[in-house]
């Protein structure tokens, strides 16, 4: 359920299918803090891994040279159901928002074989020029994978 402007209502009524690229990953034992969940930090890392994961393979952008950087600018992520190790959890991207300079991507984290979201996170992404380090356009590359992961949430 999504409203005019792209964005969920209520990220708690997102399910899998509101996501168009999924990734797998493992977790370790070390993600689990002393309740026996995922530690909060863990969820961020999530988010950075799937993300450039995604963008890498769908631009052949190499991070380690590209003259612009996607840098985070806001992040927020709520929980809805704990996740922990060892269970494998499944990790959407879909795109919220794009700017000129910025593409806002949400994650909704899911348990192996559910359709219920169990978290769900946000992420403000603005780029940078690598050397000068104020914000420039959205690569063309990277805009291309926004809006064409954005045509297949509608």
């Known amino acids: ?7 969920a209502a209520d990220p708690r009524l997102l399910r899998r299918s509101d996501f168009p690229e ?18 909060n930090a863990v969820y961020y890392e999530l ?17 380690v040279s590209t003259p612009t950087l996607g840098v985070v600018a ?11 190790y060892p269970e494998p959890i499944d ?10 300079k910025s593409v806002t991507f949400a994650f909704g984290l899911f348990a192996e074989g559910s359709d219920e979201i169990a978290a ?3 992420w403000a992404q603005v780029y940078i020029d690598r050397a000068q380090r104020n914000s420039v356009p959205i690569p063309d590359d990277v805009r291309a994978v926004a ?8």
Do not use: K, P
């Open 22 to 39: 999924f990734q797998q990953v493992t977790t370790r034992w070390a993600d689990n803090d002393m309740y026996g969940h995922l530690n």
């Open 120 to 122: 769900h996170g946000l």
């Open 74 to 84: 806001e992040s927020s992520c709520r929980f809805y159901q704990e996740l922990a």
């Open 47 to 63: 988010f950075d891994a799937v993300l450039n994961a995604w963008l890498i393979r769908e631009t052949g952008t190499d991070e």
């Open 1 to 7: 359920m999504t409203s005019d402007t792209g964005t």
């Open 91 to 100: 990790v959407g991207v879909r795109v919220e928002r794009i700017g000129t």
């Open 147 to 154: 809006e064409r992961a954005l045509a297949a949430q509608t």
